[in-house]
């Protein structure tokens, strides 16, 4: 069955300092990744997503996260937080060429917290 | 564009009673998503709208829900007898879709917040 683990309900680092949220997922074909963002009182919003191609994705802000299929992995890093990427963080996963919309599967979230 | 948005908020409700919740989509859209998130879990996957055609449910949405997208515009998804298990933050998406395939990106509403007493 598809599923997707984020390994870290929490991760608490100090501004500047690198981060990395794990996301492991467990699917039987080929799969489009996702990260969305949800910021304190504000909707889910895509980070970034890896489609084809590059297995190293970039957002627009610093955040980046690497396709492993051998390792069936998606983790997001980024070399220097600032307080405001305080937010939580979803990893998603959808299966290639599916005709369902159910499948869409999200991981549990990764709350970030930035400390001065 | 003003995004997706939703109201209410916030509900609350006892035991019992019907409430509904309406999204409005990004204009453009053709799909519209609606998904229940309960605390210290991501969105679940409740039904989709392709247009005005409701395509898929999940097993998660009983038959005390129900969903329409009148017009391919605007959705409501209607709880009737409420249950203190509905108690959860309802987030609606919508998106941009070809027939077929769902990699496309979906853009989030701030979501319904019920509580069910």
């Known amino acids: 069955a598809q599923s997707v683990t984020q390994l870290d309900s929490q991760v608490p680092v100090f501004e500047e300092a690198p981060v990395e949220l794990r996301c492991n997922y467990s699917?039987?074909?080929?799969?489009?990744l996702f990260w969305y963002v949800q910021y304190p009182n504000q909707g889910l919003q895509l980070l970034l997503k890896?489609?084809?191609?590059?297995?190293l994705v970039k957002s627009i802000n610093g955040f980046e996260a690497e396709f492993n299929k051998s390792q069936t992995s998606f983790h997001l890093r980024k070399p220097s937080v600032h307080i405001s990427d305080t937010a939580e963080y979803f990893c998603?996963?959808?299966?290639?060429?599916?005709?369902?919309?159910?499948?869409?599967?999200f991981g549990s979230g990764t709350r970030l917290s930035i400390r001065p | 564009d003003t995004g997706v948005s939703q109201d209410p908020r916030h509900k609350i409700t006892k035991r019992g009673q019907n409430v509904t919740f309406r999204c409005d989509p990004i204009?453009?859209?053709?799909?519209l998503y609606w998904y229940r998130q309960t605390l210290g879990q991501g969105p679940e996957f409740l039904t989709y709208?392709?247009?005005?055609?409701?395509?898929?449910k999940s097993r998660l949405l009983s038959d005390r829900f129900s969903a329409e997208r009148p017009k391919g515009s605007f959705s409501t998804l209607e709880i009737q007898r409420t249950e203190q298990g509905d108690s959860a933050m309802y987030l609606c998406?919508?998106?941009?879709?070809?027939?077929?395939?769902?990699?496309?990106?979906?853009?989030f509403g701030p979501g319904t917040r019920l509580l069910v007493l």
């Open positions: 998406a919508s998106s941009w879709g070809l027939a077929g395939s769902f990699e496309e990106t979906q853009y």
């Open positions: 699917s039987s074909v080929s799969v489009y």
């Open positions: 890896y489609l084809s191609g590059s297995t």
């Open positions: 998603a996963v959808i299966l290639i060429r599916t005709s369902s919309a159910s499948k869409i599967i």
């Open positions: 204009s453009e859209h053709n799909r």
């Open positions: 709208f392709q247009n005005e055609a409701q395509l898929e």
